[in-house]
């Protein structure tokens, strides 16, 4: 199921209707097109949860899913965590992360493991993460990749610029062009309306979030088991009133938006 606005532009509709398919293809269709593993690239341990819901659908149905986090979480100092910054912490995030995947059926996590909060540090830092980033995305060449868009979820600037970087991954090689790249947001008119919770994140204006995957009651569940894992960011009081607001916002529906506008090709059913 597709919905769209009714304002939307009918070539506006058209467009997002294709790029729902290239994300939907069922597992029963695995010699055909749109069956290619799906790579999500985030920042830092629990950002996937804004794509929760929908890498356990893909997974669920099929698809060959990995996960790719760039920093290594060693600065997510929380009062009632109780581990200082540094390795120790960092250890208990990977611990936390590979939970997460797990629970959404990740085929593989790929932790880069660059240090928390410093990836616009330098030139050379940024470079270090295009060069190990493109190398996971080269290993596994994947159909479809998901990422922040440039208002990077909450903001933060390694969200920012994982995003940036992995665009410029797919953008930069004539060998990546077949690639279907995808920001994932929410939707700002449902974000003011939605329960508050913190941190709280930038959306983007709904008729762009053209790419509109539908995602069932058990994937929601799956999502929220994933988001569970990571204990030492957030207390059970913090995450359920994260869980309401993403309930609210997400009303059934991972929304995404492909990076460079309309994506023609087929994706998902």
């Excluded at 009062?79 to 540094?86: F, Q, R, S």
Aim: net charge neutral; aromatic share 4%.
């Amino acid at each position: 199921m597709f919905v769209t606005l009714p304002y939307m532009h009918h070539a506006l509709r058209t467009a997002a209707r294709a790029a729902l398919l290239i994300l939907a293809v069922p597992a029963a269709s695995a010699a055909s097109a749109g069956d290619g593993p799906v790579l999500a690239a985030f920042a830092h341990p629990d950002d996937e949860r804004v794509v929760g819901p929908l890498l356990a659908r893909l997974a669920r149905e099929g698809r060959e899913v990995h996960l790719v986090i760039a920093t290594d979480g060693s600065k997510g100092v929380t009062p009632h965590g109780g581990i200082a910054a540094g390795p120790q912490l960092a250890a208990a995030r990977v611990t936390e992360s590979q939970c997460a995947a797990d629970r959404l059926g990740v085929r593989k996590l790929h932790m880069i493991g660059l240090e928390d909060g410093s990836l616009g540090h330098s030139m050379e830092r940024l470079a270090e993460l295009r060069t190990r980033l493109a190398a996971i995305v080269d290993a596994v060449r994947p159909e479809v990749v998901v990422t922040f868009g440039p208002e990077g979820g909450t903001g933060h600037p390694d969200h920012r610029l994982v995003g940036n970087v992995t665009t410029e991954i797919v953008q930069g090689d004539a060998r990546r062009s077949g690639i279907r790249l995808f920001y994932a947001s929410l939707p700002e008119e449902r974000l003011r309306a939605a329960p508050q919770s913190v941190p709280r994140v930038s959306g983007v204006a709904e008729a762009l979030l053209t790419v509109r995957v539908p995602v069932a009651p058990r994937d929601v569940a799956a999502g929220r088991a994933s988001f569970a894992c990571h204990a030492t960011q957030y207390t059970p009081a913090q995450m359920d009133a994260i869980n309401r607001t993403l309930a609210y916002v997400w009303d059934g529906t991972a929304w995404l938006r492909p990076w460079n506008g309309a994506d023609p090709a087929p994706i998902l059913p």
